[in-house]
């Protein structure tokens, strides 16, 4: 506690010295003028950016609302098909016709692969497999109990599909697929041959195994991009798919696909009158579906990092804005699909429109004022720089030494005066050690001086390193060294000592080219508290007396106190 609160005073000190000095009241005076003038300047670029984020947000807004109310009439006759088809299981129409197909369906469902047809002008064909394809799997189930309602739906619904497909501007293929073992599509297969693959592919396709009661329950639309294949011209597909239930039983799936290059078209539809900034369509992991870019013009791609930051910005809101280095990313989530559009508006698209005029008017201003600031700055700063390094420059080279950059003998003992006279009013501990090098003069015989002053000055440097904040050390001879310990007692000294001994013995240094040379020190440790006596000249004496008993000792170690209390 008493050692915190000595090191709080001299950093209380150290601050009151620097905080008299002149030069930093210029520096202050400015800085204050700088911070204000640049506050009212940053308080209008606030205002300016909020206007810009709300402009990028009704632009997007609007494309957003476009290509929502596209999807929308789609995804309403998906809902009229999964109508249709529960009104038709729930109340079959009595035509003959449709219970000819039924009976004609006992006939062929042994077959491996049958097609039922009542009028392929007005209706799509059934196209089905056999009983046993069905018993293959626990997800496909052909009930007989309701199958003959199914497929007098179906037909029904059929005449609906066809209508569409006739209409359809938005999606490629409307399709139904029955648990039980058929299906009828708007691009019903030529050739019997192909039921079966066809068939299997549709069932194992996500947009189908998905419409589970375990894994749709709230039995909604779901969005899936579904993977190429011969039955989609080898092109991804986006497929928006909705359960069929009747009485808590699951009998299929009516299921849209739309193309890549169509929800291109929806998209590019939207942004028709929008020349500003790029805008892209994705699905909710992110990948991208469709993008305004011109063919031939670069698009905007995001690594996985800034993905990420988007993708955790969407999650926790359905519309915004984020900043990515020099793009800004405004995204809003649509009702209609389970996706969002993004813009991104770059830095070049920004400083040309009348928001980038603006803000480059305020900057050109704010910089006007800075450097005509700056220049009065530099000028009164100036002279009082010069009036203040001469004086630092003649006040260093009195208190160091100028090899070591440490202080030297007259600073050293002026600080450890100071210093110990401080411990002793507040009762704290105060140590000193000693430091000589071991057999400095054969290095300087050997290698030349140029040799022992590198050797100096390293030592130096490991000495201060291993040094605290408030503690001083010192040059106070030729390869002699007194380092002062304010607030710390003879064992922890002992232990400072110990560090600074493995220090300069654990150190390679080159004195000249190929030539490395290991040194060590003897050390003598003396403190305060052996016998109450703060006296620096009367410590650094002990120290010195205990370092020559390390150096008689056998040299590389260190002594701390007499020999006959050992």
């Given at each position: 506690m008493q050692r915190d609160t000595f090191v709080v005073r001299q950093s209380f000190l150290q601050w009151l010295h620097k905080r008299s000095n002149p030069g930093r009241i210029v520096n202050l005076c400015f800085l204050i003028v700088l911070v204000f003038s640049t506050l009212?300047?940053?308080?209008?670029?606030?205002?300016?950016?909020?206007?810009?984020?709300?402009?990028?947000?009704?632009?997007?807004?609007?494309?957003?609302?476009?290509?929502?109310?596209?999807?929308?009439?789609?995804?309403?006759r998906l809902l009229l098909f999964r109508q249709g088809m529960h009104d038709a299981i729930e109340t079959p129409l009595a035509f003959e016709v449709l219970q000819d197909a039924v009976s004609r369906f006992n006939t062929v469902r042994m077959l491996p692969t049958w097609q039922l047809a009542v009028d392929k002008k007005r209706t799509l064909p059934i196209n089905g497999v056999s009983d046993a394809f069905v018993e293959k799997t626990t997800l496909l189930n052909r009930d007989a109990e309701r199958i003959s309602h199914e497929i007098s739906a179906a037909l029904e619904v059929g005449y609906l599909l066809r209508l569409a497909s006739s209409r359809a501007q938005t999606e490629a293929r409307v399709i139904y697929v029955s648990r039980a073992g058929f299906f009828l599509s708007t691009d019903t297969p030529d050739r019997a041959g192909d039921i079966t693959a066809r068939y299997y592919n549709l069932v194992t396709q996500s947009w189908f195994t998905q419409q589970s009661e375990r894994n749709n329950r709230a039995r909604a639309v779901r969005w899936f991009i579904s993977t190429p294949s011969s039955w989609t011209g080898d092109e991804r597909t986006i497929t928006a798919s909705v359960p069929i239930y009747f009485d808590r039983y699951w009998y299929g799936v009516v299921a849209m696909d739309f193309t890549l290059s169509t929800m291109q078209r929806l998209l590019a539809d939207a942004t028709e009158d929008r020349t500003e900034g790029e805008y892209q369509l994705y699905d909710t992991r992110l990948n991208m579906i469709a993008t305004s870019a011109h063919a031939g013009s670069?698009?905007?791609?995001?690594?996985?990092?800034?993905?990420?930051?988007?993708?955790?910005?969407?999650?926790?809101?359905?519309?915004?804005?984020?900043?990515?280095?020099?793009?800004?990313?405004?995204?809003?989530?649509l009702d209609h699909f389970d996706g969002v559009v993004l813009r991104i508006h770059t830095l070049h698209e920004g400083v040309q429109d009348d928001f980038g005029s603006i803000s480059i008017v305020l900057a050109l201003l704010w910089a006007l004022f800075t450097a005509m600031l700056l220049i009065s700055w530099l000028v009164i700063r100036r002279m009082v720089s010069n009036m203040y390094t001469l004086q630092h420059s003649l006040q260093w080279q009195a208190w160091h030494d100028p090899l070591t950059r440490l202080n030297n003998r007259g600073a050293l003992f002026d600080h450890a005066k100071m210093l110990a006279e401080t411990c002793r009013q507040q009762s704290l501990p105060f140590s000193v050690i000693q430091i000589d090098l071991d057999h400095f003069k054969n290095i300087n015989d050997r290698f030349g001086h140029q040799a022992g002053d590198k050797v100096l000055s390293?030592?130096?440097?490991?000495?201060?390193?291993?040094?605290?904040?408030?503690?001083v050390a010192g040059r106070v001879g030729g390869e002699e060294f007194c380092v002062v310990l304010p607030g710390i007692g003879l064992e922890e000294a002992r232990g400072v000592a110990d560090r600074i001994r493995?220090?300069?013995?654990?150190?390679?240094?080159?004195?000249?080219?190929?030539?490395?040379?290991?040194?060590?020190?003897?050390?003598?440790?003396?403190?305060?508290?052996?016998?109450?006596?703060?006296?620096?000249?009367?410590?650094?004496?002990v120290a010195d007396v205990r370092l020559y008993e390390a150096k008689q000792s056998g040299r590389n170690r260190v002594v701390w106190r007499d020999q006959d209390r050992k």
């Open positions: 009212l300047t940053w308080r209008e670029v606030v205002v300016l950016e909020e206007a810009y984020i709300s402009s990028q947000r009704n632009h997007l807004d609007t494309v957003a609302s476009s290509l929502d109310r596209q999807l929308q009439n789609s995804i309403d670069p698009v905007n791609h995001f690594d996985e990092r800034e993905a990420a930051q988007i993708a955790q910005a969407i999650e926790h809101d359905t519309g915004g804005g984020i900043r990515l280095g020099s793009r800004f990313i405004t995204w809003e989530r390293h030592t130096a440097g490991l000495i201060a390193s291993a040094l605290r904040k408030n503690d493995c220090r300069i013995n654990s150190k390679e240094i080159l004195v000249k080219k190929s030539t490395t040379l290991r040194i060590s020190a003897s050390l003598g440790v003396s403190s305060a508290d052996e016998a109450g006596n703060y006296d620096f000249e009367q410590l650094q004496s």
